[in-house]
């Protein structure tokens, strides 16, 4: 009597080294993929960042600007006004008023200066040409901040940040006042120091600042404001 061994089937299926190698391409792609997309999530966080601190800056700039335009404003803009003499010298010529609102201070980080504004208690714009406690204001670096001092409060300088500590630090603010003297001979007939002056000035500052969560992310601003009231000295001899 036969017996017939029964034939055997080829196996078929994955093998370990199939497997294994399988595994490691998978982990490869996912690895590159990661890669990828935290180096796109990095981008655009920094990306934000770039443009909070722009942001930032330029809002600060225009507070800045806005304050800095009224600088050396005397409240009755006549006192620095210069008349020459006129109807053939019955009408005497009247010189400017010296005005104590036309100093500006620059210091390495900071800018002084002063304007007239309404009073207190009167509601009534100071036009004495006397310069109040109130009327003294400027611009300031000071733990990274910037800071901006509107008058005084219970005697002392009321400096309030107009940028944010937490979010944008200010490394650098640099201002400074470029001025220009015009001689205003033409107006009577004088020659030299004797004749009266127009003091031009424009002021060109410079902020640089670094985001507070990422070092690497910095920004500068340039931006420059001539002060509206020029300043007028002197007389016709």
């Known amino acids: ?3 017939l061994m029964p034939r055997r089937t080829a196996q078929r299926g994955v093998g370990l080294i199939e497997l294994m190698v399988g595994i490691t391409v998978g982990l490869i792609v996912a690895a590159g993929a990661a890669v990828v997309a935290t180096r796109q999530i990095n981008e655009h966080r920094r990306l934000m960042l770039e443009v909070q601190i722009q942001q930032d800056l330029r809002v600060a700039a225009d507070l800045l600007q806005q ?3 009224r600088a050396g404003f005397r409240g009755l803009p006549s006192n620095g006004v210069w008349e020459p ?3 053939g010298g019955k009408i005497a010529a009247k010189p400017a008023i010296a005005s104590p609102y036309a100093e500006l201070t620059q210091g ?3 800018l002084l200066y002063r ?3 309404i009073q207190p208690g009167s509601n009534a714009m100071n036009e004495s040409n ?3 406690n109130n009327e003294q204001f400027g611009i300031r670096l000071s733990n990274k901040t910037l800071y901006l001092q509107l008058g005084m409060a219970n005697g002392q300088p009321n400096w309030q940040p107009i940028t944010d500590p937490d979010m944008v630090e200010i490394e650098d603010f640099v201002p400074v006042v470029e001025t220009q003297e015009i001689s205003l001979a033409d107006l009577c007939d004088c ?3 004797a004749c009266p002056t127009l003091t031009v000035r424009r002021v060109d500052f410079t902020i640089q600042a670094v985001a507070k ?3 690497k992310v910095k920004r500068t601003l340039k931006v420059s404001e001539k002060v509206r009231a020029d300043d007028i000295s002197g007389a016709c001899p």
């Open 115 to 117: 304007y007239a504004r």
């Open 1 to 3: 009597m036969t017996f």
């Open 67 to 69: 304050d800095l335009r």
């Open 213 to 215: 969560s990422d070092s």
């Open 191 to 193: 020659t030299g120091s």
């Open 130 to 132: 006397v310069l109040a």
């Open 85 to 87: 003499e006129r109807s």
């Open 108 to 110: 390495s980080k900071e």
